[in-house]
């Protein structure tokens, strides 16, 4: 191999490890920024920003389980009016919300159904789910950074918002010192 | 210690936006970061120091990026500092609206942070 084709390997290289390193920023972001926030409406502002900001979604809703009597509730939405209660089972998303298996679709024209499709996992438990139907022009399609970026908000979004919503019920953090011994001490 | 070489104001109202932002300018060794959250937040810290560039989101409260772009270029002390707008308006015309005001570059989120550390090196002309 000659020194041309060492400095295109090389070049290559280089460009690989910026788009990972990129992909890595992103996602660390995130993470972050869901699990600094102790007040539900800000964990919610924050996967707004996610979705607007990294993924490039223009209109989308997030849904929360209400377990009686079984539908999915739409908490927040961007780029549209508050949508309609699903039933569980009901179309894409209450198939979602019932399986929790995400449907990805890629970018495209937006119809009644939604392209993506989330569940928000909680432990083993579909807790909710995000629903994006459109994206900005300049989205022409969807990389691995989105994708990881979904599997990170179906991981990681409902246990940030749970403990959000616990800090607010209690006006201070779930984590104290007596309350983890409390816990701890039946295993010990 | 020695003083950074050059500074760069990164100007969102989104927390999360305005990190990775920072994050992706880090990259460029001797560069410091100063953020603000606003148009007039930034105004404030333009005032108290000097910058060699500015990197503003165009939709913010209390006065968005279009403004600052203006009320930049309209004082003779701030006037030649370069303007790149990171924005989700992606159309001809608001593109044309910003460079007719004055920005440098015009880049559309969601971002690619190779994109913008490319355009930030370009105009600071760092190789």
């Known amino acids: 191999m000659g020194d041309s084709d060492d400095g295109v390997a090389s070049e290559k290289l280089a460009e ?3 788009r990972e390193n990129d992909k890595l920023r992103a996602l660390y972001v995130a993470t972050y920024q869901m699990h600094s926030a102790f007040d539900p409406g800000e964990v919610l502002r924050t996967l707004l920003e996610i979705l607007v900001n990294f993924v490039g979604a223009k ?3 997030v849904y929360v389980l209400d377990d009686e009597p079984r ?14 209660a699903v039933a569980l089972g009901d179309g894409i998303i209450g198939r979602v919300g019932a399986t929790g298996e995400s449907h990805l679709a890629d970018v495209g024209p937006a119809g009644p159904e939604p392209r993506i499709c989330i569940p928000l996992r909680l432990a083993d438990r579909v807790a909710g789910v995000v629903a994006i139907w459109d994206f900005l022009v300049q989205k022409t399609g969807l990389l691995e950074v989105d994708f990881e970026l979904f599997h990170l908000l179906a991981a990681h979004a409902a246990s940030a918002l749970e403990a959000a919503c616990r800090a607010a019920e209690t006006g201070r953090s779930p984590l104290r010192y007596e ?3 409390g816990l701890l001490e039946p295993a010990r | ?54 990197i503003t989101d165009i939709n913010m409260p209390v ?7 203006h009320r930049i270029r309209a004082d003779d002390a701030l006037a030649r500092i370069p303007v790149v707008i990171i924005t989700t308006e992606a159309g001809a015309e608001d593109r044309a609206r910003a460079m007719a005001l004055g920005a440098n570059a015009y880049i559309a989120k969601p971002i690619q942070g190779p994109h913008v550390l490319a355009t930030v090196k370009e105009l600071l002309r760092i190789p």
């Open chain 1, 16 to 18: 690989e490890l910026l």
């Open chain 1, 71 to 84: 539908l999915l509730r739409p908490v927040c939405a961007e780029g549209m009016a508050l949508p309609g």
């Open chain 1, 179 to 181: 309350t983890l011994a």
């Open chain 1, 59 to 61: 209109t989308f809703a």
């Open chain 2, 1 to 54: 210690m020695t003083e950074p070489a050059l500074t760069a104001l990164v100007v969102e109202d989104s927390p999360t936006m305005r990190q990775l932002v920072v994050f992706a300018l880090r990259r460029i060794r001797g560069l410091a970061i100063v953020e603000a959250e606003d148009g007039v937040d930034a105004l404030k810290k333009l005032q108290a120091q000097r910058f060699d560039i500015v």
């Open chain 2, 63 to 69: 006065m968005d990026g279009l403004k600052l772009v």
